[in-house]
């Protein structure tokens, strides 16, 4: 095995061809994931800067453990022992993070991924990625960019890989409200705010910011006019009088 490389994007390369040369189901996801499929990142400003690596993989899968320590990484030994069920945690010796995700990200709100795995090669599937960044109750910067970029260079679609999957978008928001709720507000946020305001000199980066507005534009009229369900219905009726999200803690 070659030694860890400094660049955060090519690392993640490295490890999910080790990983898929020993047949261990691992993705990426995060804004590394976002890089690797959605190259329109590179237009848009300011420029992202990668440093830690974010992974999914399924649950009863060991031999990441085992992949990752023989590629130079320390495992996280306590948080490992009491969150492994859902989150493993590793290092290199320049202090980069690993992240695992085991199945589900918990984070304002709950992502299970586990069986969807095998939709892409090498990452989440664009619309759990696109989930997994709209679902922060305050968006940041590097988010809104990297939701920016996946609007732009994948199709809405209705299902698949290839694009983002609008049936799985109504299966997540449209039987929970607060999911609903959050991931409204952010597309609004993006059209009215992160995207709308932007000043871009690079052509390219101009239209990258005018696809992604369309189809955000696009995705949140679905999210108006999709059906509910009585799930959803009777979470509505509470609406913001009570917390919709969670806060999720930082993990060194």
């Known amino acids: 095995m070659t030694a860890v490389l400094a660049d955060p994007v090519a690392e993640t390369r490295r490890i999910l061809q080790a990983a898929d040369e020993r047949a261990v189901p691992l993705r990426a996801m995060g804004g590394i ?3 690797l499929i959605a190259p329109s990142i590179g237009h848009l400003e300011p420029r992202r800067v990668y440093h830690d690596i974010d992974l999914a993989a399924p649950s009863g899968a060991p031999a990441v453990s085992h992949v990752l320590a023989d590629l130079g990484y320390e495992p996280a030994r306590r948080f490992n022992t009491l969150n492994g069920s859902e989150r493993l945690l590793f290092h290199d010796g320049e202090g980069r993070r690993i992240d695992v995700f085991i199945d589900t990200l918990r984070m304002c709100h709950t992502l299970r991924f586990g ?4 939709l892409h090669p090498m990452t989440l599937s664009p619309a759990d ?8 109750v305050e968006l940041t910067s590097r988010d809104a960019l990297d939701a920016a970029a996946l609007l732009a260079d994948h199709q809405l679609t209705e299902s698949g890989a ?3 999957g609008l049936e799985r978008v109504r299966q997540i928001c449209c039987d929970d409200w607060g999911w609903w709720r959050t991931v409204d507000g952010n597309l609004g ?5 992160w995207l709308a305001g932007r000043s871009v000199a690079d052509p390219d980066g101009r239209q990258v910011l005018g696809t992604a507005l369309a189809r955000a534009a696009e995705l949140r009229d679905g999210l108006g006019s999709w059906p509910k369900s009585a799930r959803w219905k009777m979470r509505s009726v509470i609406g913001e009088r009570m917390r919709w999200y969670d806060l999720p803690e930082e993990v060194r």
Do not use: M, T, W
């Open 162 to 164: 290839a694009g983002i």
């Open 129 to 136: 990625l696109l989930l997994s960044k709209l679902q922060f």
């Open 115 to 118: 069986e969807r795995l095998g």
């Open 189 to 193: 946020s993006l059209a009215e705010g």
């Open 33 to 35: 994931a976002v890089a």
